[in-house]
């Protein structure tokens, strides 16, 4: 069974915010969360479009795209569409939590 790829990354993120032996600037954190938050829509948006690929394929009478094929893909874009919604939700939520706190 595959590892979806944005789990994979959120587990690489934990690795990284383990490793307290890089002392790292704001800058520097900030361009590799941006990176790395990129870096995962744009596996989303992937899985996105491969799913509607399958589907248009499968809708047009490609033979090799089986109705099962169509409905994981379908599948695993929504929860992976859901999983990125979860996280801008909890980002969301931390900022305010943040812009809330006395100076």
Do not use: C, W
Request: charged share 20%.
């Amino acid at each position: 069974m595959k590892i979806n790829p944005m789990q994979h990354e959120m587990q690489t993120m934990a690795l990284e915010a383990q490793n307290t032996s890089r002392a790292a600037t704001g800058q520097q954190v900030s361009q590799d969360f941006g990176e790395l938050l990129s870096g995962a829509i744009n596996t989303v948006n992937g899985i996105q479009k491969t799913s509607n690929e399958m589907a248009t394929r499968f809708d047009q009478g490609d033979r090799s795209v089986s109705l099962s094929d169509v409905m994981i893909a379908r599948n695993k874009s929504s929860v992976a569409f859901e999983a990125t919604v979860q996280t801008r939700n909890k980002l969301v939520e931390a900022y305010k939590e943040l812009m809330n706190m006395p100076v």
